[in-house]
């Protein structure tokens, strides 16, 4: 669907992409994750074909974006970072003035703005001006404008910020929801919300990919090493080191906190084995009271760190 | 060319949805009325012509005034990176805009015409050289939206816009009443540039293709540079 390839940008000298290339395909949810500054946004300008590239091609469907911006716009919707609307229009008004510019018939404006209202739920804020919503109808908002024309491919950068826990819910919801027919691809810097909307990520830092894979097997490189975290009562930090340390496969056992009645250990585990059973039979053959007990589930986070944070 | 109304039609509601346009226009008006009407009585003739001359002035800070908001707004609040990513065209955009801000300067003259029909209430008043006048000020005001519009392309501050767009109208409008601090070989050129020598000709009542060639350049040459201004900026 969209093919990128050795796409390069400079800016004044400042190279924010270096060589990027990577493939979307039709019906799949692709993440763009990166630290501030790594180069998200300005990859998916180039793609919405905003941005000149400096260097490289960028080919969706059978269009090449420097002879083609035109139809290529036209399949595309586009979200950018913090949706800037035009503060003194009305919802409905703007809403409508970019159902025109897609070209929708006079009767089916009126419909296609209803369904959208429904959809991103904006239904009660129709008749206001967009420079007085808070920043999650605003983002609202701005994700109706991308859905308008009902593109093939959503762009959407940073679809979530700025939005209450909830409303995050409910616009990842609804990216799912579309992302089941559309492609789409989003840019964050929020790792689980990746893991949530995500088929495949692709990880850049400085503006080179550094990681390109789906979401489940990045999770499954997470898991070299696994760690358990456990709370007990009734037993001080040596006996349980001791007693624990007899389990094969245990690397080490560090305490977190000890100074109260509970002891609290992360036991890590080296090989891709499940120690947990082997651990519970241990306590259960003293008298401590196990209050927590679990795997500490190591995500994104931590490949993440591993390739964006310089050693 | 379709999509070209649609943004014309956003921006002429823009206009008159803000109170600025209502403040641009009676400033226009009251400062015309005060030039016009303080000498109207003492030359005791009844025709428009001083209140034509006013004109390239006025328009001259008026009509940047104008247009500055058109594309720094855009620029400064991050719309246009929305606009530019559906699909319409550099051009469509430009000439959007353009004829919006030609048709507010349309609907700032039309409480003007309150003068020619006192003047001919007074006196009998010669409707040639004020149909002149009238298509004059259009052609004018055009051709300075332009400038204004390309100047409003090249920042994403408004009161820069303005200064620049101001500039580039006054020299325009100046240029020929300094003829005298430039040596002969450059007279005939410089009088040619000059907006205020072709807008007096029409205004005079003589229409010639010379001087509506002169506006319609202006205004090519201004919205050229603006559609490659905007094209420069990604």
Redesign the interface.
């Known amino acids: 669907m969209i093919h990128v390839e050795n796409l390069t940008k400079y800016y004044d000298g400042f190279c924010a992409v270096d060589q990027i290339t990577f493939d979307i395909h039709k019906g799949e949810i692709l993440g763009l994750l990166g630290p501030n500054g790594a180069g998200k946004t300005t990859t998916l300008r180039m793609v919405t074909g905003f941005l000149r590239p400096t260097s490289g091609t960028i080919r969706i469907k059978e269009y090449s974006i420097e002879k083609h911006s035109l139809e290529i716009r036209k399949l595309l919707g586009y979200l950018p970072e913090a949706a800037p609307l035009y503060h003194d229009m009305l919802v409905y008004d703007y809403l409508g003035y970019v159902a025109m510019i897609r070209e929708f018939g006079k009767e089916q404006i009126h419909y296609r703005i209803r369904e959208l209202g429904e959809l991103c739920g904006l239904n009660e804020v129709m008749h206001r001006p967009i420079g007085e919503l808070s920043r999650g109808y605003k983002q609202r908002v701005g994700l109706a404008h991308a859905m308008m024309s009902d593109p093939e491919i959503l762009v959407l950068d940073e679809p979530t910020s700025g939005l209450d826990p909830n409303q995050i819910v409910e616009i990842r919801e609804i990216i799912k929801q579309i992302g089941k027919e559309k492609t789409i691809i989003l840019s964050t810097h929020i790792l689980s919300e990746a893991e949530a909307t995500c088929d495949r990520v692709v990880i850049i830092n400085r503006g080179r990919i550094v990681a390109d894979d789906s979401t489940e097997s990045l999770k499954q490189m997470a898991r070299g090493e696994s760690l358990i975290n456990i709370t007990l009562q009734n037993a001080t930090f040596q006996s349980v080191e001791n007693k624990l340390s007899e389990i094969q496969g245990i690397v080490s056992i560090t305490p977190v906190d000890t100074t109260g009645e509970t002891t609290e250990v992360i036991v890590n585990c080296q090989s891709s084995v499940d120690l947990r059973g082997e651990i519970y039979r241990k306590v259960k053959e003293t008298d401590w009271i196990l209050l927590d007990f679990h795997l500490e589930t190591k995500t994104l986070e931590k490949i993440f760190r591993e390739f964006t944070v310089e050693s | 060319m379709?999509?070209a109304i649609?943004?014309f039609k956003?921006e002429v509601?823009?206009y008159f949805?803000?109170p600025i346009a209502y403040i641009v226009i009676s400033v226009f008006l009251l400062v015309m009325g005060w030039f016009f009407f303080t000498t109207f009585f003492l030359f005791s003739q009844a025709n428009l012509r001083n209140f034509f001359s006013l004109l390239p002035i006025t328009f001259s800070f008026v009509v940047p005034a104008i247009t500055m908001r058109l594309f720094s707004e855009e620029l400064n609040?991050?719309?246009y990176?929305?606009l530019?990513?559906?699909?319409?065209?550099f051009l469509e955009v430009v000439l959007g805009k353009f004829l919006a801000a030609v048709v507010f300067l349309m609907a700032m003259l039309i409480p003007t015409l309150a003068y020619p029909i006192t003047v001919a209430s007074l006196g009998q008043l010669d409707w040639g050289p004020v149909f002149g006048g009238y298509m004059g000020a259009v052609l004018l005001g055009a051709a300075f939206a332009a400038v204004g519009l390309f100047a409003s392309s090249l920042t994403r501050n408004q009161i820069i816009a303005f200064i620049i767009g101001m500039a580039i109208c006054f020299s325009l409008t100046l240029i020929d009443k300094m003829l005298f601090f430039f040596p002969q070989s450059l007279l005939g050129l410089l009088q040619y540039i000059g907006a205020d020598y072709h807008f007096q000709n029409i205004s005079k009542g003589i229409i010639d293709s010379r001087d509506i060639l002169y506006f319609l350049s202006v205004s090519f040459v201004a919205l050229y540079g603006a559609n490659l201004a905007i094209q420069g900026r990604?």
Do not use: A, D, K, Q
């Open positions: 379709r999509r649609h943004i956003r509601r823009v949805v803000s609040v991050g719309s990176e929305i530019l990513t559906m699909p319409v065209t990604n």
